[in-house]
């Protein structure tokens, strides 16, 4: 059966990962992300330990910020991951910073339903952030909002949505944005759902050649309902939302190749 690869809209914002400083912001995207990109680059390289941990692996995991990410990848590599590798970035960021080692390498990523995922967001930035700078912004700009039904109201408009700033940071980024190339095309090898993620760590385990333990049942699902949500959220996280659903509906999916479940290991590469 013949597929055609997913593909999504363009990016608006630099890649996370790859975001520009102030300073860049008049270069054009792909440019800027030039810049940044051999600047991080640089840093990197500086730190063996790093370098070290990043070319015994021969697996990338996207992490998206709210998609169980952190317990993930102590199912997967350990503690150790969270210590040299880098925490919420793109799987364009490696493409870009590592090229050989992203082309050698699985990368696979999990994916939450986005209005699920929009609320643990702010539920987080509202009521649990330690981080002084975050908590601050919170405070300063956002006191009025007393729970998420009040962020919905708040963004009643594709423009509002667009302008705020916490919109751009990556806990609100669009999922579409950690494994899309710049240019919209799904570049990951293996979308999971965090809904399922008994299914999905079967599947990345056969790769590894080992059993990964599922380290919390997330099987109950979804809280959230489109009707809930205002016209202006539904139309920005459209894609996120397709996407969502053609991995959910699937279990897991190659994107790449076709929606279709994985079983056998041999198929890849």
């Known amino acids: 059966m013949k597929y055609n690869p997913m593909t999504f809209k363009p990016m608006l914002m630099p890649p996370p ?15 800027g992300i030039k810049v940044f990109r051999d600047q991080v680059k640089n840093k990197l390289i500086k730190n063996s330990g790093f370098s070290s941990t990043l070319h015994n692996k021969k697996f990338i995991f996207a992490r998206i910020p709210k998609n169980a990410s952190t317990s993930l990848c102590g199912a997967i590599f350990g503690r150790e991951y969270d210590a040299k590798w880098p ?12 090229p050989s080692f992203y082309e050698g390498a699985l990368v696979f990523a999990a994916i939450r339903h986005p209005y699920d995922r929009l609320r643990s967001a702010f539920n987080y930035y509202k009521f649990k952030t330690n981080v ?12 009025f909002l007393k729970d998420f039904e009040d962020f919905l109201a708040y963004l ?25 190339s710049v240019r919209g095309d799904v570049i990951v090898d293996i979308l999971f759902p965090v809904e ?9 385990g056969k790769y590894m050649e080992r059993k990964l333990n599922v380290p919390y049942d997330n099987a109950s699902g979804l809280d959230s309902q489109s009707n809930e949500f205002p016209n202006s959220v539904v139309s920005y996280f459209k894609e996120d939302l397709q996407l969502w659903n053609a991995v959910y509906k699937s279990g897991i999916i190659h994107p790449k190749i076709g929606s279709y479940i994985l079983t056998d290991a041999s198929n890849f590469r």
């Open 156 to 180: 009643d408009n594709m423009k509002k949505i667009e302008s705020v700033p916490i919109m751009r940071w990556h806990h609100f980024r669009k999922q579409t944005d950690f494994i899309c």
């Open 17 to 31: 990962g790859l975001e520009i400083h102030s300073s860049k912001r008049h270069l054009p995207l792909m440019a």
């Open 196 to 204: 399922n993620m008994r299914d999905g760590l079967q599947v990345v």
């Open 87 to 98: 925490s919420h970035v793109s799987a364009e960021y490696y493409r870009n910073i590592w």
């Open 132 to 143: 002084p700078e975050e908590r601050n912004f919170m405070d300063e700009n956002l006191l």
